[in-house]
């Protein structure tokens, strides 16, 4: 059985919101639920993508065994297996996937957490579409470690998308939603680690009989998930880092759609304005960040760390707004029932394999920073700014198809690309940062501060920009390691 699921955090006013608004039904049905998870202390289930349940809800016990989904960005959408069982145990029988990962060491399962809550459930009936949701409040507990947890799920069990992700809409004008991105399995192992500061891009799970377009969602996932649970951290800890990495996760997904431009179309272009927006709406205090770093103790930091505040207000203020929230929402619903996703001229382009789509993107990427720094000593910084953008789109494309090219040979080659990259970007961010920092301290009226000059970044214009003719000579001369 295939099961699709949406999955919406909110806090506990929240769902007492939902509950009394008129969005949902008036009748509701209220169950007490008990879930107790299992896995190998060296988390092989979880490595796998696997989660074994066992449920509890009143007298009567559902053991179930799901596989993750790796191709819908936001959606949960996960192969299924449930049978009956009469204790706390787990029953592991030949037709189990565990069984065939696991062998004989089904024996070293043990009990890793357990998840007590209790679940409101509500019919939802629109047109022929019907659709489940469900709100579970309560506690994951793992040994002496204790979090609560309140989120919505939203099951599709027949109908239309549209009129699903409708509902989402619906709920979420009716109070402050966003998407979630964690299932209670990956929450509750999480619990079992060390409590994590920021979360970084992990390499992209790409196989080589994909398509170009089941490529496109994985990565839109992986980017979603990355700035999602960054911009939790961030709230949480107005710390730079988590705010990095939103940042990073919301370029990624740009440069994804620039990379994938030729199965889009045309309404791709709304939603990548959109993240631009949002990425613009970080960007201010990213920079007081870097320069707060640059910054003695003394007045001129005093200055910068309250302008920092009021920027992190400010973050705070456009993430929390319907907008911000209902932009991720439009974003998952369109990566899977957009226009792109049946255009018959797209066709061709979109089944093309991912290793093929791969190729041709990193030569145009490449043919594009090879001819664009022809002149690196000569042009302007507008044009040097240019060319850092299209380096960077050229390295998150050479991320995002990394395990494509990691055959013998491939990877060699496909370092030394990376590390002749690195040196592109590192020097034109020197040059770019020398340009932006004086226009950012005139914005906040302190150019003519005596301390100003120490917050530049080191080196002189020359021999920043000898260094990247330098750096991006050595880039060319790596050449290609994909074909």
């Known amino acids: 059985m295939k099961e699709i699921e949406l999955k919406l955090q909110l806090n506990a006013v929240s769902a007492e919101v939902l509950g009394a608004s008129n969005v949902l039904p008036e009748q509701w049905r209220t169950v007490q639920q008990r879930d107790l998870y299992f896995d190998t202390a060296d988390h092989a289930l979880a490595e796998a993508g696997l989660s074994l349940r066992i449920r509890q809800s009143g007298s009567h016990r559902t053991q179930t065994i799901k596989r993750s989904g790796s191709s819908e960005a936001g959606l949960f959408a996960r192969s ?3 049978m009956p069982v009469t204790t706390d145990g787990p029953v592991i029988d030949g037709s189990s996937p565990i069984h065939a990962l696991l062998g004989e060491a089904v024996e070293d399962l043990i009990r890793v957490f357990e998840v007590e809550v209790t679940r409101r459930i509500w019919d939802v009936q629109d047109g022929c579409t019907n659709i489940e949701v469900v709100i579970d409040r309560g506690t994951i507990s793992a040994g002496d470690r204790h979090t609560s947890i309140c989120e919505m799920e939203m099951e599709l069990k027949s109908g239309q998308p549209q009129a699903f992700f409708g509902l989402a809409r619906k709920l979420g004008g009716a109070t402050p939603i966003r998407l979630g991105v964690l299932t209670k399995p990956e929450r509750g192992n999480l619990l079992r680690q ?12 790409l196989e080589d009989d994909m398509t170009a377009v089941e490529a496109f969602q994985v990565i839109v996932q992986a980017c979603i998930k990355q700035f999602r649970l960054n911009e939790d951290l961030l709230l949480a800890s107005r710390s730079p880092e988590p705010l990095h990495q939103a940042r990073v996760a919301l370029r990624r997904l740009r440069s994804a759609f620039s990379i994938f431009k030729p199965l889009l179309g045309a309404d791709a272009y709304e939603l990548r304005e959109g993240l631009r927006g949002l990425a613009g709406a970080l960007g201010p205090a990213r920079e007081l960040d870097v320069l707060l770093r640059r910054a003695r103790p003394g007045p001129l930091r005093d200055r910068l760390q309250t302008e920092r505040e009021a920027a992190y207000d400010r973050v705070e203020e456009e993430l929390g707004s319907v907008k911000a929230r209902a932009l991720m929402l439009t974003l998952v619903e369109w990566v899977q029932y957009g226009s792109f996703i049946v255009n018959p001229d797209l066709e061709e382009t979109r089944t093309l394999s991912v290793r093929a789509f791969a190729g041709r993107a990193l030569s145009r990427f490449r043919r594009k920073v090879k001819e664009g720094g022809r002149n690196i000593r000569r042009m302007d910084d507008v044009a040097r700014h240019e ?84 750096a991006h000579g050595s880039l060319i001369d790596a050449g290609r390691y994909w074909r």
Do not use: C, S
């Open 194 to 205: 060390a409590q994590r500061a920021v979360v970084k891009a992990v390499p992209m799970p």
């Open 387 to 470: 060319l850092r953008k299209d380096a960077k789109k050229l390295r998150y494309a050479a991320d995002f198809f990394a395990l494509l090219f990691d055959g013998k040979g491939e990877k060699v080659r496909q370092q030394n690309f990376i590390v002749a990259l690195e040196a592109v970007q590192d020097e034109l961010g020197a040059l770019n940062d020398l340009a932006t920092v004086p226009h950012i301290l005139d914005r906040l009226a302190l150019a003519d501060h005596p301390e100003a000059p120490a917050l530049l970044a080191g080196g002189t214009k020359k021999a920043l920009i000898a260094a990247a003719a330098d």
């Open 80 to 82: 299924e297996w449930e």
